[in-house]
């Protein structure tokens, strides 16, 4: 009873990583997909950053929403990533508590602004496909301040309360995180103290976003495509017009099905292994961010063709730096 005692008043300050137990022994070749799709997401997401920044006929607020949308991923995956491959490729796993919390303020909260850029992106779409003639009133400076400051009151305000009551209990149990990086969940289910709040405010992050967010996109999404198919006259026409909205569908799906589930796993109690849940957890930060580059970017014409314009210049200015030494001699 006694030692019952000094275990509740005893709270682990620091905490360790044991991500995938069942591949433990193959950690260091583990790191090496994580590695890559790392460097892609850098590559990928700093190019686009780049183009979009230089090229002046794509500073509209479509394109400012994708450059925003590419910064907020890099961010992201460099919060947990970078953390993760030091603790797969020379056992740095410990984090303190203190350490913990930040981390999942950021990653959360960084989730959150991804998923305001998603809807914000459709309702962009929507108004400039829908309402063509209303656009330049509607998609104005304003309108973007008054977008940032509900992105940044929402976001902080939920997910600091998130963490706030995570960072309010006491973990007397273990204190080995069983996740990549310090997910909600994973921490909380390792407190003895009772977790009812902390399973409540969860959910209230699902519905508030997820519930929120996803039925406007998908209206956004629907009420574009029967416009477009409605206009687009040429069978191919109206295939492209399927095809692109189907594709930022399925992402967007993607990022808000396989968060949810992870978020959710423990409140539903699904029984999902820890190697599988935290693949997920990885899957559902790491997988929009690779493709966003490539779905908001490359199978974009006119951030292409601006790509190809950089491209030209740098190599004609390239050249003309190579031949003039030559017709000096």
């Known amino acids: 009873m006694l030692e019952a005692s000094l275990g509740r008043n005893f709270s682990h300050s620091t905490f360790v990583f044991r991500g995938f137990p069942g591949l433990h022994r193959h950690r260091r070749l583990l790191a090496l997909p994580f590695c890559v799709s790392y460097l892609l997401v850098l590559l ?54 203190a350490g913990c919390l930040t981390q999942m303020f950021f990653t959360h909260f960084l ?18 496909i829908c309402m063509p003639l209303r656009y330049a009133k509607i998609i104005d400076t304003s309108m973007f301040v008054k977008l940032l400051l509900f992105t940044l009151v929402r976001s902080c305000s939920i997910m600091a309360t998130l963490v706030g009551l995570a960072g309010s209990l006491e973990f007397c149990n273990s204190n080995t995180i069983q996740h990549g990086y310090c997910d909600h969940m994973a921490l909380v289910r390792l407190a003895c103290d009772s977790t009812e709040k902390n399973s ?35 069978g191919e026409d109206r295939w492209r017009a399927f095809h692109t909205c189907g594709t930022h569908l399925i992402v967007m799906l993607c990022f808000y099905l396989v968060g949810s589930i992870t978020f959710l796993s423990h409140n ?44 030209k210049l740098r190599t004609k200015k390239w050249m003309t730096v190579k031949v003039s030494p030559a017709l000096k001699t």
């Not at 950053?49 to 394109?63: C, D, F, G, K, Q």
């Not at 929120?212 to 040429?234: N, T």
Request: charged content about 10%.
């Open 111 to 128: 989730s959150s602004l991804e998923s305001t850029l998603l809807l914000a992106m459709a309702l962009d779409r929507y108004v400039a």
């Open 44 to 97: 990928g997401n700093i190019l686009l950053v780049y183009v979009i920044h230089s090229v002046e006929s794509l500073h509209s607020p479509m394109y400012m929403l994708i450059c925003t949308l590419c910064v907020v991923d890099i961010l992201v995956v460099t919060t947990i990533i970078p953390n993760m491959l030091l603790s797969l490729l020379f056992g740095w796993d410990q984090i303190s508590l």
């Open 200 to 234: 409540a405010m969860g959910l209230a992050v699902i519905i508030c976003f997820v519930g929120l967010d996803i039925p406007l996109i998908f209206l956004s999404y629907m009420k574009i495509l029967s416009v477009v198919l409605r206009a687009a006259a040429a």
């Open 268 to 311: 539903l109690n699904i029984p999902i292994s820890t190697d599988v849940n935290t693949f997920m957890g990885l899957m559902y930060i790491l997988f929009p961010a690779t493709v966003n580059p490539i779905i908001y970017g490359v199978r974009t014409k006119e951030i292409r063709n601006g790509f190809f314009r950089i491209f």
